[in-house]
């Protein structure tokens, strides 16, 4: 490699990395409490565990469990109810003043799937694990915090890539996974850095990559808003609207016969944004870890409890879809998001490591660590940075 | 000890450009982490079981490799 196509991707790699590291170790720092969220909830007394009772108990009717949980919350009406693949005897109803009320305004009431008795009223807008949520997604700031930390992933993607590319010039005359004891602190870092970067390299750029597709979630979900609901319900407008919405167990019906093999992940109550003002929207996910994540939206009319139309999602809803597991761990038991924390504690060691190498090398000159004789290894395998390399390029060319 | 040969090896410098055995010698271990990584994540999305055990078992190998280098004498 030319020594100045060198020194081009080594600015690259030095300044891409500067401006993102403190918001990726803060990413890497808060990402790994949400990796175990489930658990920690569960240990700080967050949420209430349905009763056990005998496999095969009868799941109650999904109108009277709505009804418990309005009238747990006078007033209020149902935007949405949630089924949670890992919560399968409970039902998470979200709950605001009225259906076009922003997401801040949801409360959340979770209700017995098998008894339709509320279980509990979670806050879900406070503690550990939401403040880690907020630093990790928004810092918030809402849709431009999150556009903020997806442009901080891309310099962090940025990054990698600069890496991989100054990778090669460094390891010409070393072994891969050298570590140089014998040497300066600073050079053995340095190995470290290139050594564990190297080896998670694809594991961080893939969820560099499906978090910063993450951060476009709100635009995506616009856009099918605004293409593909739109095209659905267009039959609908301009008619008078709904009275009361009808059942809320004969709309997922309907929506499941239309669909065998599938099950509801959520339903939009009518008039809400992920629904017309004449439809329960039923979200259905399939049976395996990929189809489960890939929602297929099934409008059935509010009125009728009849199929209006269903379609599965177009190549950007896909993508959010996808993205989501990729970046998140949590499609493959315990043992995955163990392997998660460590690797995302093996990010933050290059983060921090390569934080120490500039400010190392800023602190002493490069030309301070050179010498070696014939036989030694060449002055760039012992110097801290690719401008060092960079350097002995020069000299040769 | 040191990994053996990690003083390097000094080349002539008409050697620096010399086909694909150098880029093999530094990229086969890096490729090979790379790829199986990319198959640990990808499995586990296609099924259970069998294929939640093949992604543990894969996407270990990253980590059990930095473990091997970094505390090798």
């Known amino acids: 490699m030319r020594a100045r196509t060198i020194r081009v991707w080594s600015r690259i790699h030095t300044w891409t990395s500067l401006v993102c590291t403190v918001f990726l170790l803060l990413l890497c720092l808060t990402g790994l409490p949400l990796l175990f969220h489930h658990e920690i909830n569960h240990l700080l007394g967050h949420g209430v565990e349905p009763p056990a009772m005998p496999a095969g108990t009868p799941r109650a009717d999904l109108d009277r469990m709505a009804a418990a949980a309005a009238a747990r919350r006078p007033g209020e009406v149902v935007q949405y109810v949630i089924w949670d693949p890992e919560e399968p005897d409970s039902l998470y109803f979200s709950m605001a003043p009225t259906v076009a009320s922003p997401p801040t305004e949801i409360r959340g009431v979770v209700v017995d799937a098998r008894t339709a008795l509320v279980l509990d009223e979670p806050r879900d807008q406070e503690g550990f694990v939401w403040l880690m949520l907020r630093l990790h997604t928004d810092l918030f700031a809402g849709l431009p915090g999150k556009l903020f930390m997806g442009a901080m992933g891309l310099l962090f993607v940025l990054a990698i890539v600069s890496g991989v590319v100054l990778y090669a010039p460094f390891m010409r005359r070393l072994d891969f996974g050298t570590v140089r ?3 300066s602190r600073r050079v053995r870092w340095l190995d470290l850095h290139n050594l564990i970067g190297v080896a998670t390299l694809c594991w961080a750029l893939v969820v560099g990559a499906t978090g910063v597709i993450n951060t476009w979630a709100d635009l995506i979900i616009r856009l099918w ?3 593909e ?3 659905m319900v267009a039959p609908y407008r301009g008619l008078p609207p709904l009275e009361r919405p009808g059942s809320l167990e004969r709309a997922v019906a309907a929506a499941q016969a239309a669909a065998p093999g599938m099950k509801p992940a959520f339903v939009a109550f009518p008039g809400t944004a992920f629904s017309s003002g004449h439809h329960h929207a039923v979200f259905l996910r399939g049976a395996t870890p990929l189809t489960s994540r890939l929602l297929t939206p099934a409008l059935v009319d509010a009125q009728t409890g009849r199929l209006t139309e269903m379609r599965s999602l177009p190549w950007y809803g896909v993508m959010l879809f996808v993205s989501q597991p990729l970046h998140f761990g949590d499609y493959g038991g315990t043992p995955l998001r163990v392997i998660w924390a460590l690797l995302d504690v093996a990010t933050i060691v290059v983060l921090g490591s390569g934080l120490y190498l500039w400010v ?5 000159p490069m030309g301070m ?3 070696g004789g014939q036989g030694e290894p060449p002055r760039g395998a012992r110097q801290p940075e690719a401008g060092a390399v960079e350097d002995r390029e ?4 | 000890m040191t990994a053996p040969g990690a003083a390097g090896r000094p080349r002539r410098a008409g050697q620096r450009h010399g086909g694909g055995g150098e880029a093999r010698r530094v990229w086969l271990a890096p490729a090979t982490l790379a ?4 198959v640990g994540l990808v499995s586990a999305l296609l099924g259970d079981e069998v294929w939640d055990v093949l992604s543990w078992g894969a996407l270990s190998v990253p980590l059990a490799t930095i473990t091997w280098y970094a505390l090798k004498r």
Do not use: K, N, P, T
């Open chain 1, 360 to 364: 190392a090398r800023r602190r002493r």
């Open chain 1, 394 to 397: 020069a000299g040769r060319v």
């Open chain 1, 225 to 227: 808003q605004r293409d």
């Open chain 1, 181 to 183: 004891r014998d040497r």
């Open chain 2, 35 to 38: 790829l199986l990584s990319l």
């Open chain 1, 229 to 231: 609901l739109a095209e």
């Open chain 1, 369 to 371: 660590a050179g010498g």
